[in-house]
């Protein structure tokens, strides 16, 4: 259904990008693969995509898998999927941070040598402590050589190893924070997803005589001499280089030109030059320099934008899966009826501004009705909860088809046929408002006089009769009303409609989560559907007459199964 929809204006906003070769820029979408992208990380690969071509330039994929613990491949085919889901044509080959761990080994040794890194072991709450307050750990001034030896150790996950951690060495009292000797490179105990312990530089002898002993020829284990209850080693511990050390290394390697981050970094800046400057001193090959352009975050109202809560959701069972419609993920906007354009447009329209702000969900959607609103077809449906008959005394004896433009204005979009009976459907709520008497519109057919009304004890239609009227005035009219023939060609639907996640407005990163779950985030009801609508499939896109837009999620069955339709947000807040 999305197909022709009509164009937004695209790509008119001004961008400072400095050092610009035409023709040679180069940026890249970095994405962790930790989770699903939602729309935050769509702004981000879809910046760098514009900024790229807009320089006739192109972006590249690299996955930023410095943290070893939270990812896996299923992500990784997962946000190839979004960014190609979102339009974006990327250069491959695709890469890894850790691709490039070999050479950031040698690099350290090369900076340790450099006197650039130093190796300390002061404890992570005393270091925060220290940065905090611009005071130099007792290592700072250590010897290189004693330096080199802890990095062997680390390399090797000794016990006294994995209790440092190497420091770029730069200034402790400056007033930027970031450049308070950041930790360059850590040791991790979980092995790698990619590389697992290919980097070690020593196996345990213990996990080598018990476990591979395939392995003890090649590493001139003996048995024998193995204590059979100790590790020689902590064999599962792992260094890793930082984000702050490996994003400037990489990004230079790899020739990126322009490297796009959230503003939050800002302070980060002069780190990152600082750091590939200190990298380009040591490299045996030249690194080029890598300019940084930064870009607002998104943040959307009622909405986390974070992998760790929004894989919460999903484990808890808040919701049926990263897909689902109430996801701020590229894959459950789009599910919900997003068109890719409105959220291009939305996310150009912000262009360039560096301020983070808390962005209406009203807004987005409002631009997807303007997209959506020309071209999808009308549809009828009647809630089956209360539906009342409406016996037209003078209607047509046998039923009669005629054919009715699916959209009123736009001829392009085709008829559909409408069958008119003597006895129609009318939704319980519109048969409330009518008092006997009453002159009414039949939508897609012509006036009706509504003669009587009846109603049970509590109130609730249970029939009306009431005669055509086919030479009165629509204008004269109040009510005009959606109606279904008294057939047995109905289509049977589920409608769902969504609302928010999360009830706060602007959650705060420390609310806890739990307590801010909309309790009530998906209602359903059931209805009829005019006969026309068993030739709706997946992701069609259709206006129910005076209810709203919708999406197919799944299409009516042959067997009488209804098709579930998912109502799309038209930007107008309705509340219950
Ligand atoms: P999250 O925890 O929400 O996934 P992240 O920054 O850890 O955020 P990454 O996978 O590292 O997730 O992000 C990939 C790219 O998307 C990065 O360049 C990051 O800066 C960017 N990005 C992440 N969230 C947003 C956002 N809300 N708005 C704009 N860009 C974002
Ligand atoms: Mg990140
Ligand atoms: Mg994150």
Same mark, same amino acid.
């Given at each position: 259904a999305a197909a022709g929809m009509g164009g937004g204006d695209t790509g008119s906003f001004k961008i400072d990008l400095r050092n610009v070769v035409k023709g040679a820029v180069k940026t890249r979408f970095p994405p962790e693969p930790?989770?699903?992208?939602?729309?935050?990380?769509?702004?981000?690969?879809?910046?760098?995509?514009?900024?790229?071509?807009?320089?006739?330039?192109?972006?590249?994929?690299r996955f930023d898998d410095t943290n070893p613990a939270k990812e896996n491949t299923e992500y990784v085919d997962a946000i190839i999927a979004d960014v190609e889901r979102?339009?974006?044509?990327?250069?491959?080959?695709?890469?890894?941070? /850790?691709?490039?761990?070999?050479?950031?080994?040698?690099?350290?040794?090369?900076?340790?040598?450099?006197?650039?890194?130093?190796?300390?072991?002061?404890?992570?709450?005393?270091?925060?402590?220290?940065?905090?307050?611009?005071?130099? /750990?007792?290592?700072?001034?250590?010897?290189?050589?004693?330096?080199?030896?802890?990095?062997?150790?680390?390399v090797e996950g000794t016990l006294q190893g994995k209790q440092s951690c190497m420091r770029f060495k730069i200034n402790m009292k400056d007033n930027n924070y970031t450049?308070?000797?950041p930790v360059a490179y850590r040791c991790n105990d979980t092995p790698h997803w990619r590389t697992g312990t290919k980097y070690k530089a020593r196996l345990c002898t213990f996990c080598v005589?018990?476990?591979?002993?395939?392995?003890?020829?090649?590493?001139?284990?003996?048995?024998?001499?193995?204590?059979?209850?100790q590790h020689s080693l902590d064999c599962s511990s792992e260094v890793y280089p930082t984000y702050d050390c490996a994003c400037p290394f990489v990004d230079a390697l790899e020739g990126v030109t322009h490297a796009l981050r959230t503003s939050e970094y800002k302070d980060r800046e002069a780190q990152f030059y600082w750091v590939l400057k200190a990298q380009q001193q040591v490299f045996m090959t030249g690194l080029p320099d890598v300019q940084i352009w930064d870009y607002s975050r998104l943040a959307l109202v009622n909405t986390v934008l974070?992998?760790?809560?929004?894989?919460?959701?999903?484990?808890?069972?808040?919701?049926?899966?990263?897909?689902?419609?109430?996801?701020?993920?590229?894959?459950?906007?789009?599910?919900?009826?997003?068109?890719?354009?409105?959220?291009?447009?939305?996310?150009?329209a912000q262009g360039a501004s560096k301020n983070t702000t808390l962005q209406e969900w009203d807004k987005l959607w409002t631009m997807n009705k303007r997209l959506i609103d020309p071209v999808c077809p009308r549809h009828v449906a009647v809630k089956s909860e209360?539906?009342?008959?409406?016996?037209?005394?003078?209607?047509?004896?046998?039923?009669?088809?005629?054919?009715?433009?699916k959209h009123k204005k736009n001829p392009d979009v085709g008829v559909k046929s409408t069958t008119r009976t003597k006895e129609i459907w009318l939704e319980q709520e519109d048969a409330q408002i009518i008092s006997e008497g009453e002159e009414v519109t039949l939508m897609d057919w012509g006036n009706a006089i509504v003669q009587r009304v009846s109603k049970d004890d509590s109130g609730m239609v249970t029939g009306m009769e009431g005669v055509l009227h086919l030479e009165g005035s629509v204008k004269s009219t109040k009510v005009k009303l959606t109606w279904l023939p008294v057939t047995d060609v109905l289509i049977p639907l589920r409608l769902l409609d969504f609302d928010h996640l999360i009830t706060k407005k602007k959650p705060e990163e420390d609310d806890k989560i739990e307590d801010l779950v909309n309790p009530k985030s998906r209602t359903e009801c059931a209805a009829w559907g005019d006969a026309n609508m068993q030739d709706l499939r997946k992701s069609d896109v259709l206006q129910l007459e005076r209810k709203g837009y919708y999406i197919v999620d799944v299409p009516a069955g042959p067997g009488g199964q209804p098709a579930v339709l998912f109502s799309i947000p038209d930007g107008h807040q309705k509340k219950p």
């Open positions: 930790s989770g699903f992208m939602h729309i935050g990380h769509a702004k981000a690969a879809l910046l760098n995509y514009h900024i790229a071509t807009l320089h006739g330039g192109h972006m590249a994929i979102l339009g974006l044509k990327f250069k491959g080959p695709i890469t890894y941070t /850790s691709d490039y761990f070999p050479q950031m080994l040698d690099l350290a040794e090369r900076l340790i040598k450099a006197g650039t890194l130093y190796a300390d072991d002061t404890p992570v709450e005393q270091m925060r402590a220290e940065r905090l307050e611009g005071i130099e /750990s007792k290592r700072r001034n250590r010897p290189v050589e004693e330096s080199l030896a802890v990095w062997k150790e680390m450049l308070r000797d005589a018990e476990e591979m002993p395939s392995l003890q020829e090649i590493f001139g284990v003996n048995p024998a001499e193995q204590n059979p209850n974070s992998k760790r809560k929004l894989t919460w959701f999903v484990e808890s069972k808040h919701v049926d899966g990263w897909d689902d419609p109430r996801m701020p993920t590229v894959q459950g906007v789009f599910r919900r009826g997003l068109q890719l354009e409105a959220l291009r447009d939305f996310i150009l209360g539906r009342v008959k409406l016996r037209l005394n003078n209607g047509p004896a046998e039923p009669e088809v005629v054919s009715v433009p």
